[in-house]
C-alpha cells in the first residue's frame, strides 16, 4: 500500500504561482513513477504531468506545458508540482497519483493510489 498527501494549495491571484508538494509513503518511492491529475467544477478529472520513477522523463498536459514543472526527490519521498503563471481555468482540485510501474503514463487508469486533493483556486 501507499499514501498520498498533497499539501500546498490555496487561492491566489492570476499570474501568480503556487507550488504543490506530495508526501508518500508505504513503499520504496523510486519503484513507481508519480503524476498530477486535476478536476475542476462539473468537469472530469485530468491529466496535468507526470514523471518517471528517475525524474529522467516527463510529460505535460498541453494546456500546463511552459508554465507548471513537476518533479521529484526520491531521497524525501516527494513529488512536487510547480505552477507559474496561473490563470482563473487552472482552478481545480488537484490530486497526486502514483501507478505500480516506473514509467510514466498519462492516463489515470494506469494510477493505482490516490491522494485525497488539494484545491487551487485561481482569482482572476
Known amino acids: 500500500q501507499v499514501q498520498l498527501v498533497e499539501s500546498g494549495g490555496g487561492l491566489v491571484q492570476t499570474g501568480g504561482s503556487l507550488r504543490l508538494s506530495c508526501a508518500a509513503s508505504?513503499?520504496?518511492?523510486?519503484?513507481?513513477?508519480m503524476g498530477w491529475f486535476r478536476q475542476a467544477p462539473g468537469k472530469e478529472r485530468e491529466f496535468v504531468a507526470t514523471?518517471?520513477?528517475?525524474?529522467?522523463?516527463?510529460y505535460y498536459a498541453d494546456s500546463v506545458k511552459g508554465r507548471f514543472t513537476i518533479s521529484r526527490d526520491n531521497a524525501k519521498n516527494t513529488q512536487y508540482l510547480q505552477m507559474n503563471s496561473l490563470k482563473p481555468e487552472d482552478t481545480a482540485v488537484y490530486y497526486c497519483?502514483?501507478?505500480?510501474?516506473?514509467?510514466?503514463?498519462?492516463?489515470?487508469?494506469?494510477?493505482?493510489?490516490w491522494g485525497q486533493g488539494t484545491q487551487v483556486t485561481v482569482s482572476s
Open positions: 508505504g513503499r520504496t518511492f523510486s519503484d513507481y513513477a
Open positions: 497519483a502514483a501507478r505500480d510501474r516506473r514509467y510514466l503514463s498519462r492516463y489515470e487508469y494506469d494510477y493505482t493510489y
Open positions: 514523471i518517471s520513477w528517475s525524474g529522467e522523463r516527463i
